[in-house]
């Protein structure tokens, strides 16, 4: 089945510093990934839209300086946290959509296995 | 706006008991309903979906219930096992780019 993969799966940072995750996948091109963040025993949030080749849609109250991304090719999205602070500590988690079957609300999204921020 | 209400929070079950997950939605524009089951630690794995043209439909132990008029659509876990313990999510997916909601989770606990 379809993969996503996520690096680095776990970092921990100093406050000020600037994390890089990527998103990528792996056996099928995404035209369309999501961003999601996930605080402890909350629900995923939706944090931005990534299109290949445009730029992103960020959700309400988002900061698109902040969360800087970037879908340079068809299977790989990143997501950049500027200037990290403890309170971007979270759960970070990418997701792309399989167009395969036509972009259909029916396409299957997978999501990644998630990368831990840990901002000390 | 919350587009999509799931209700228990947390389920203790025993095991071989039937686990029932309910999320009621707002949008009629969702025309696809997917349950996403999370372990900790891990992304979210698509574990069923139906289309509202049908009413019910059933993949091994796990069925989906949908009841259009009612705007609710539920999960049962037949013959729980603890290797289900998890936290399950309803996320319909809606808009040009199909962006998912979650439902605020339901934390399965299956008990030997």
């Known amino acids: 089945g379809a993969v996503v993969s996520q690096h680095p799966s776990r970092v921990i940072c100093k406050s000020g510093t600037s994390v890089k995750i990527e998103c990528r996948s792996l056996?099928?091109?995404?035209?369309?990934m999501f961003w999601y963040r996930q605080f402890p025993k909350q629900s995923l949030m939706l944090m931005a839209t990534s299109n290949e080749g445009s730029k992103a849609t960020y959700e309400q109250g988002v900061e698109k300086d902040k969360f800087l991304i970037n879908h340079a090719s068809l299977t790989l999205s990143t997501l950049t946290v500027t200037s990290a602070h403890p309170e971007d500590s979270s759960f970070y988690i990418c997701s792309a959509r399989d167009e395969t079957s036509g972009g259909h609300s029916t396409d299957t999204q997978y999501f990644g296995p998630g990368t831990r921020l840990t901002v000390l | 706006q919350q587009q999509v209400k799931q209700s228990p929070q947390s389920l203790i079950v025993q095991k071989g008991g039937i686990s029932i997950i309910n999320c009621a939605y707002e949008?009629?524009?969702?025309?696809?309903f997917p349950w996403y089951q999370q372990f900790p630690g891990k992304g979210p794995a698509l574990l069923i979906a139906i289309r509202p043209d049908v009413s019910e439909k059933k993949e091994g132990r796990f069925t989906i219930s949908f009841n259009k008029s009612a705007k609710q659509f539920s999960l049962h876990i037949m013959d729980s096992q603890p290797g289900d313990s998890a936290t399950y999510f309803c996320?319909?997916?809606?808009?040009?780019?199909?962006?998912?909601?979650f439902g605020t989770g339901t934390k399965l606990q299956v008990i030997p």
């Open positions: 056996d099928f091109q995404a035209t369309t």
């Open positions: 949008n009629t524009a969702f025309d696809y």
């Open positions: 996320a319909p997916p809606s808009g040009g780019y199909q962006k998912v909601t």
